[in-house]
């Protein structure tokens, strides 16, 4: 019950194009989703994160999608750039003590 | 520079080997973390701290120990109980219980020969 599932495990994208990455947790007080973006070698940076009191939390190119009912929430990337390829993380969090619990991690990559 | 540094950036040790790997930040956090990540897994949390002289296990504890003397440091041994060592072990700290973000370190990968 504490797991999040992470997919696609890896993703190719074409420069421009939409990259979607999905996550799905099972335990309901869960409260707080990051997402966080991994350069090879580097510590994971928190790119963007949702509360479930609302649907959908848009940062620039970067939109988190929330279901609620699904328990799934997703990570959309507009205009994918080859910057953009790193490896992203899904997580969540009851706040019990600030402790994460990591999807398996997606490695994208954007082809110029 | 505010930030977290984790030293070194590369370790390797002799099986049956203890190792301390160091992480130090100065953003005055009150919560630190460990975790572990091998590749294909996520990172899994090894040990927290939400306050100075107390900690406690994550999921992974066994094989592994920690220290949380002074507000700013928070290192973790490897013991040698610990059967798979080798991994990419990653450093966070958090400012405290209200806030959710967690700041993470660059990481030292361990080899174990």
């Known amino acids: 019950q504490q797991q999040v599932k992470q997919s696609p495990q890896s993703l190719i994208v074409q420069k421009g194009g939409i990259s979607i990455i999905n996550c799905a947790y099972e335990n309901t007080a869960f409260d707080y989703f990051p997402w966080y973006q991994q350069f090879p070698g580097k510590g994971p940076a928190l790119l963007i994160a949702?509360?479930?009191?609302?649907s959908e939390k848009k940062e620039g190119r970067f939109t988190i999608s929330f279901n609620k009912s699904a328990k799934q929430f997703s990570l959309h990337i507009m205009d994918s750039q080859p910057g953009d390829s790193a490896t992203y993380f899904c997580a969540a969090s009851n706040n019990q003590g600030g402790k994460l619990i990591f999807g398996q991690g997606t490695e994208l990559s954007v082809k110029p | 520079d505010g930030g977290i540094t984790q030293s070194p950036k590369y370790l390797f040790r002799k099986e049956g080997q203890n190792v301390t790997l160091s992480c130090e930040q100065n953003?005055?956090?009150?919560?630190m973390y460990w975790y572990r990540q091998d590749p294909g897994q996520g990172l899994r949390l090894i040990y927290y701290s939400q306050i100075v002289n107390d900690f406690q296990k994550g999921d992974i504890a066994e094989g592994y120990s920690v220290s949380r003397e002074k507000k700013e440091s928070f290192p973790l041994t490897v013991t040698s109980a610990q059967k798979n060592p080798t991994a990419f072990y990653l450093c966070?700290?958090?400012?405290?219980?209200?806030?959710?973000?967690?700041?993470f370190g660059p990481g030292t990968r361990l080899t174990v020969l």
């Open positions: 949702i509360r479930p009191d609302v």
């Open positions: 953003l005055n956090h009150d919560a």
């Open positions: 966070a700290s958090r400012r405290g219980t209200s806030e959710d973000e967690q700041f």
